[in-house]
C-alpha cells in the first residue's frame, strides 16, 4: 500500500487532536543486554530520520511526544528529535515496552487537552493492537485490515478525532492514514 502523504495531512488536519502511534525503527537482532537493550540499525536511524521529515512536511510535529524505555525506542525518538527540534514534550515511559494496551490506554487518559498532536513510540504487537482498539468503524477498511497484519520497522498509524485524548475510548475515533518509511522517500 503507498500511502499519499498530502492527503493523509489534510485528512489530518480535519481534526483537533491527532495521535501518531509508531513502532521503533529498525533494530539489531539481539543485544548482549537483552532485549531491552537492543540498539537502531544504519537503516533505523535513516527510517526515524525519514519519517520525522515527512511528518514536519506535514505540518504534524508533536506537541507531546510519549516513547518506550527500551534502548530502541529512545534512540528512534532522539534521532526524530533532531528533526522537530525542541517543540515536543517527552516523556519516557518503560510500561510501553512490558505492561501491553494497557500503558497506551494509560498515556491517552493522562494526557492534557492542550495536546492537540501526541506521538507515542511503542512496539510490536501492542502498537498495532492500540490502533486498531481506537479505530471506529467508519475509518477506511483498508487501513483496518493493513493494521491487523501488523506494522513493520518505523511505520505510522496516524488516528484523529476532535474530542480530548482523555476522552477516546474504543472504537470511536477515526485511523485516517498509515504510512511507511519507504512513503516518505
Not at 36 to 42: H, S, Y
Not at 52 to 72: F, T
Not at 113 to 139: C, F, N, R, Y
Amino acid at each position: 500500500m503507498s500511502a499519499n502523504l498530502s492527503k493523509i495531512s489534510k485528512r489530518a488536519h480535519g481534526y483537533e487532536y491527532r495521535l501518531i502511534l509508531m513502532r521503533h525503527a529498525k533494530t539489531e537482532a539481539e543485544n548482549q543486554g537483552g532485549d531491552i537493550e537492543r540498539q537502531l540499525t544504519d537503516k533505523g536511524r535513516k527510517q526515524a530520520k525519514r519519517v520525522a521529515k515527512a511528518l514536519k512536511s506535514m505540518d504534524l510535529n508533536p506537541d507531546s511526544l510519549v516513547c518506550s524505555g527500551a534502548q530502541r525506542a529512545r534512540q528512534t525518538a532522539d534521532r526524530m528529535l533532531k528533526v522537530f527540534g525542541d517543540k515536543p514534550e517527552v516523556t519516557y515511559r518503560k510500561a510501553l515496552y512490558d505492561q501491553g494496551l494497557q500503558a497506551y490506554i494509560d498515556v491517552l487518559g493522562s494526557c492534557d487537552a492542550k495536546v492537540h498532536t501526541l506521538m507515542v513510540i511503542g512496539h510490536e504487537p501492542t502498537v498495532s493492537s492500540a490502533a486498531h482498539w481506537l479505530s471506529g468503524s467508519d475509518s477506511k477498511r483498508s487501513y483496518v485490515d493493513a493494521i491487523e497484519l501488523g506494522l513493520s520497522p518505523a511505520s505510522v498509524a496516524l488516528i484523529a478525532s476532535d474530542d480530548p485524548f482523555s476522552d477516546w475510548d474504543t472504537g470511536k475515533q477515526f485511523l485516517i492514514g498509515l504510512f511507511t518509511p519507504k512513503d516518505c522517500e
